[in-house]
């Protein structure tokens, strides 16, 4: 076996980006609950920026590991370019987010439109890429191995969480 994780506790490359997903989800849910409770925009701010953080690393992970492997293994170019674009969009959507405060106009709006966003893009990929990916001669142990320690070395904090 080259270099299997078998022995290790790196889960495979789709459980680790679902695992990821589902965190997020959380997360924007928590969100959702402070801004109807009209909770301190300080509070509100501090979970956006979490949510924009795990965001922007895990869209890294996937565009410098997951989705190279991927376009090698299958021949579904377009499925991942439209991946590609969504990321972009959601990209300039955090910036926006993470360059305003939440006391401003529209920045609970701008963090649900991301969660939605989010939502249709992790269902596009965990319903179609995903599975596609799993079919392919792909070493989802190996690649799940490469993404964690990328995952760890751009959010060192949650390292030890993860």
């Given amino acids: 076996m080259p270099k299997s994780q078998r022995a290790g506790s790196a889960p495979d490359a789709t459980e680790l980006l679902t695992k990821d ?34 965001l922007t690393v895990h869209a890294t992970i996937e565009e410098e590991i997951f989705y190279p492997a991927v376009r090698k293994a299958i021949d579904d170019g377009d499925l991942l370019d439209e991946a590609e674009v969504e990321h972009a969009s959601a990209k300039e959507l955090i910036a926006q987010i993470e360059s305003m405060k939440a006391s401003e ?9 991301l969660g939605e966003y989010i939502d249709h893009h992790v269902k596009e990929e ?21 993404l964690k320690v990328r995952k760890d070395a751009l959010l060192p904090e949650t390292a030890d969480a993860a």
């Fill in 126 to 146: 965990q319903d179609e890429l995903f599975p596609k990916a799993r079919k392919a001669k792909l070493d989802m142990e190996k690649l799940g191995a490469e």
């Fill in 21 to 54: 997903h589902k965190e997020v989800k959380s997360l924007f849910k928590q969100y959702e609950a402070l801004a109807e409770a009209e909770a301190p925009a300080g509070e509100r701010e501090t979970l956006a920026r979490l949510i924009c953080q795990l």
């Fill in 105 to 113: 106009p529209l920045y609970d709006a701008k963090v649900k439109v």
